[in-house]
């Protein structure tokens, strides 16, 4: 194509043909045809009344307008593709009509003319793409002509397109210009976004032109007996995919769908079919109630129609005590006399006495599916499966289970961006392509709950009251996250940043020494916010080392707060309670009530420090599942199902070899110095095994406090301490020698500062207490301790 | 042809008696529903009919509408 010049002939009858629609349209079809009926009637008028002068010329110029009209609407409203393969005969009827005589054609004046066509505005709107800014990019494009309608026809046959469309021209343009490809990288955007859109817009274009489905004609309905039963307890899907014209698309292909079909057809009697919720069961039977009225189905299923029961609606009808069972017994019998009626029941554990507003039919539905004499089909999550076949296993047997399966990510994205369109026509908004993506990857990411492609659609849906202007973006998809979640996800506004490149010196406000520690805590966690981490992995995971009492949970709690906002923000589990094997159940069971459930605790509050305390003393079992957690952050629970600890913080914490840094720090050695002499001592000795030290993105050292930072710690007390009299307006102060006192006094080698809160209590709060009681003190006092006042 | 109207069937009791009515009801559910689908028949039949004859006169009508249409104006205009 390249070799042989391609030149469009814009004088061809299609191209006039297109032209003279265009002009004339919509508009000029409705005038014709309105004055031809009316000069039409006024003749049969005029006839009558003998006025045969009036009569001829109104008959004559009503004929006439009549012509028109019917040429119009015959030849000239479509363009038909013509017969050969010359680019004229290809393109489509809008384009050879929006085409310019006149000047020569360019790649700039193809790319305006363009304009006129909304496929160009649905591209460029949905890649976020100023327009006006393409236009001066390709006023000087090198670009032959000749490669945009090559590149446009390869794109058109791959899409199984029988014309080429206007917005698969402008896709090319934008794919192959280069100054337009750089401006395109500028907004993040390559040639998979460019196509993507496209694709949709095809699928568009295709689902515009689909012709009204119709139910097999108007006797199609008295092949069914009346159902007034089915009608007031369920939703007959095949009349309400006609009645809406619905469409599924692709999904009428799956292979969900044919795995449905195929067992339908091979008189399974009733079919369980088992998905995560989001996973699209209830699409698939949409679909599958479409290629009934499509007449796409094999004979055996032909005439079928699908009807769907509402749970709910049956439980609220029954009014007295076996009410309910003898509606289910009727609502069979109905759809079995019916004929032709495949039952489905969604959510169908309802029916099987699981789940809030459930009751127990499976009694009923047992000889319904043994007689096989009237297909059902019943949907519900694997969970519910498992646990129908451990409750009634002889119900269960007779199901024939189905299976669906997440999408891949492209048919995800595909299905993601045709909800979109339906969600751009009911919310009068635009979707650009970047939000589907946004959707599709923070829902993978922060609603592990449900399945593709539900969870993307309800992310997409959540996102459009955060449109701004009424263009829904990235950006408004990671507002509804992070409102929903309470989690930050889009890039740091300034403020926050500050925050982050001070976050040492935030978490110095209430932690006193241990540089490195909180130096290593911080680098990690900017590094995390930043994006640059892994996103597969927990937000940061530490082992924090050291004797008792120098800062480790006080550092967990900074973390906590200056991260997540809140101390509170904090999953906290001794591991010295989980030293048995079978402690591996607990900590991944899923009981909504079982607080030692580490998968519980992370389910409620994802955004959350998991400070595992002792972590030494865990069982290897314990330790083995901890593995997965910091290699995967994920573990799964003993249903089957994953909990995600991708956005958490994990903390080990341990005394294992405290001895040996406070003999280093002793000897004024620096703690990178001996950093890997500790790590050797704890593998060596048995305690921690190489596999879990290197799991962790950082073994964090914590050295005893000395004297000076001690006297700090008391500051920060007292300072608590004033917090609390505040409300009596009446602070404290401790001079110097009696701070170095109470250092002396509450400091323990073996337990650090931990003593020191007694301390202070003993000797600050206790003394301030009776001074309040005694009316010694009041408010507007400032009371400076000195060591003589200390009751030691 | 002869299948019941809309599978409105009654089954028969223990008694002759109900043997006769239940016979008497698919009767009338037989007999309403040839009847319907019968005139249902006709009446398509009947459409494909029209639509046939409107087909075959609008190829002979077609081309001779400009021509009646010029005819007619020529006439209204001339004395």
Not at chain 1, 154 to 176: C, F, N, P, Y
Not at chain 1, 347 to 374: H, M
Request: with cysteine; hydrophobic share 45%.
């Amino acid at each position: 194509m390249k070799n042989e010049p391609v030149i469009v002939n814009l004088y061809s009858k299609r191209a006039k043909n297109a032209r003279l629609g265009r002009k004339v349209g919509r508009k000029g079809f409705a005038s014709s045809a309105s004055v031809s009926v009316s000069l039409l009637v006024v003749a049969v008028l005029c006839f009558g009344f003998h006025e045969s002068r009036y009569g001829y010329l109104s008959l004559g110029i009503g004929l006439l307008a009549g012509m028109w009209a019917l040429w119009y609407k015959r030849d000239l409203a479509v363009i038909a593709p013509g017969k050969s393969s010359q680019l004229d005969d290809t393109l489509s009827g809008e384009v050879l009509a929006i085409l310019p005589t006149k000047p020569e054609l360019s790649v700039a004046t193809l790319w305006k003319a363009l304009g006129d066509s909304w496929q160009r505005r649905f591209i460029t709107n949905h890649l976020l793409l100023p327009p006006e800014q393409i236009d001066e990019l390709l006023a000087n494009e090198p670009t032959s002509l000749q490669d945009i309608w090559a590149k446009a026809t390869e794109m058109s046959k791959a899409q199984g397109d029988s014309v080429i469309e206007a917005g698969t021209i402008a896709a090319a343009i934008l794919m192959l210009s280069e100054p337009v490809k750089k401006q395109l990288s500028l907004y993040k955007l390559h040639e998979a976004e460019v196509v993507a859109v496209t694709k949709w817009l095809d699928r568009l274009l295709k689902e515009t032109e689909r012709p009204k489905q119709h139910f097999g004609g108007i006797a199609r309905d008295w092949a069914f007996g009346f159902t007034p039963l089915l009608n007031q307890f369920g939703e007959n899907i095949s009349v309400a995919i006609m009645r809406h014209n619905a469409h599924f698309g692709t999904l009428t292909t799956a292979s969900g769908v044919q795995a449905i079909t195929s067992a339908l057809e091979n008189h399974a009697g009733a079919i369980a079919l088992i998905g995560e919720d989001g996973v699209g069961k209830t699409s698939h039977m949409y679909a599958l109630a479409q290629i009934f009225i499509e007449g796409k189905a094999s004979r055996k299923l032909a005439y079928h129609q699908v009807i769907g029961l509402d749970a709910g609606a049956i439980i609220s009808a029954a009014r007295y005590p076996g009410e309910l069972e003898q509606i289910v017994i009727q609502l069979a019998n109905e759809a079995a006399h019916a004929g032709h009626v495949i039952l489905f029941l969604d959510d169908a554990q309802l029916f099987f006495g699981n789940g809030t507003g459930s009751f127990d039919a499976t009694q009923i539905l047992l000889p319904v599916i043994q007689s096989r004499g009237l297909p059902l089909v019943m949907a519900m999550a694997p969970g519910d499966y498992q646990r129908l076949r451990n409750q009634n296993s002889t119900f269960a047997n007779l199901l024939t289970p189905v299976v669906l399966q997440e999408p891949d990510e492209p048919s995800t994205l595909e299905v993601v961006s045709d909800a979109a369109s339906r969600l751009e026509n009911k919310h009068r908004v635009l979707i650009a392509y970047e939000a589907i993506v946004e959707a599709y990857r923070l829902s993978g990411r922060y609603e592990q709950e449900q399945a593709y492609p539900g969870k993307a659609i309800l992310l997409l849906e959540q996102a459009i009251s955060h449109a701004d202007d009424r263009v829904v973006s990235a950006r408004s998809v990671q507002d509804a996250i992070e409102q929903s979640r309470g989690v930050r996800v889009g890039s740091a506004a300034p403020a926050e940043a500050d925050q982050l490149l001070n976050m040492e010196a935030r978490i110095h406000e209430r932690m006193i020494g241990q540089d490195s520690a909180v130096k290593a805590v911080a680098s990690a966690l900017r590094r995390a916010r930043a994006g640059v981490a892994d996103p597969r992995r927990p937000i940061g995971s530490f082992l924090f080392l050291g004797p008792t009492g120098v800062g480790k949970t006080e550092l967990a709690k900074a973390i906590a707060e200056c991260y997540f906002g809140n101390e509170a923000s904090m999953v906290r589990l001794d591991m010295s309670e989980y030293q048995q094997p079978d402690d591996v159940q607990r900590l991944l069971s899923n009981g909504q009530n079982d607080t030692s459930s580490l998968i519980m605790a992370i389910r409620q509050q994802p955004f959350t420090v998991v400070l595992l305390d002792e972590i030494e003393k865990a069982h290897p079992n314990v330790l083995n599942l901890l593995l997965q957690m910091l290699d995967e952050g994920s573990l799964t629970d003993v249903a089957g199902r994953p909990a995600s600890f991708k956005d958490s913080i994990i903390i080990g914490t341990s005394n294992a070899g405290a001895t040996t840094i406070r003999d280093h720090v002793g000897k004024g050695e620096a703690l990178a110095s001996f950093e890997q002499a500790i790590t050797d001592e704890l593998i060596s000795s048995g305690q921690f095994k190489p596999e879990l030290l290197n799991r962790f993105d950082d073994i964090v050292l914590f050295k005893p406090l000395n004297s000076e930072e001690l006297g700090q710690i008391v500051q920060l007390m007292i300072a608590d301490i004033n917090k609390t009299l505040s409300t009596q307006n009446i602070s404290v102060e401790l001079t110097k020698d009696a701070t170095v006192k109470i250092v002396e006094a509450g400091y323990d080698a073996r337990l650090g500062a931990r003593p020191m809160r007694r301390t202070l209590q003993r000797a600050v709060e206790d003394g301030i207490a009776g001074r309040i009681l005694r009316g010694e003190a009041g408010p507007g006092d400032h009371i400076v301790l000195d060591m003589k006042d200390l009751d030691l | 042809m002869f299948a019941p109207w809309r599978r409105i069937v009654s089954y028969p009791g223990a008694s002759m008696s109900d043997h006769f009515h239940a016979w008497l009801d698919n009767l009338v559910s037989r007999i309403i529903g040839f009847l319907v689908r019968f005139f249902v028949l006709i009446t398509a039949g009947l459409t494909l009919i029209i639509i046939f004859l409107f087909s075959i006169a609008e190829l002979v009508i077609w081309p001779c509408v400009p021509v009646v249409a010029v005819a007619a104006i020529v006439k209204a205009i001339l004395p």
